[in-house]
Nanobody
């Protein structure tokens, strides 16, 4: 079965960096696009970044130039490098894979940006 496990969340100050990881299993990782979403308290879950199986990337406007998504197929892992973090980046971050229109989600990693 599909499993996604996020790690790397934590508390950081504004301007600092953090890297999230998502370990995947249960499917052929190298063939699937992977996505990061986030959900701030009291808000809907929003798209953050995508990386295709070929390595093409796409980002939400709010994180362009600050966040970088990457993947390591040998480790079946997708990463989200987050730089210049802002308080408004505070959220639970989820990685996701989609099969036939259905999203599979991990349990999420909490990122808190606060001074």
């Amino acid at each position: 079965q599909v499993q996604l496990v996020e790690s790397g969340g934590g508390l950081v100050q504004p301007g600092e960096s953090l890297r999230l990881s998502c370990a995947a299993s249960g499917f052929i990782f190298s063939t699937k696009a992977m996505r990061w979403y986030r959900q701030a308290p009291g808000k809907e879950r929003d798209f953050v970044a995508l990386i295709s199986s070929a390595g093409s990337t796409d980002y939400a406007d709010s994180v362009k130039g600050r966040f970088t998504i990457s993947r390591e197929n040998a480790k079946k892992t997708v990463y989200l490098q987050m730089n210049s973090l802002k308080p408004e980046d505070t959220a639970v971050y989820f990685c996701s894979v989609r099969f036939y229109g259905t999203h599979y989600w991990g349990k999420g990693a909490l990122v808190t940006v606060s001074s």
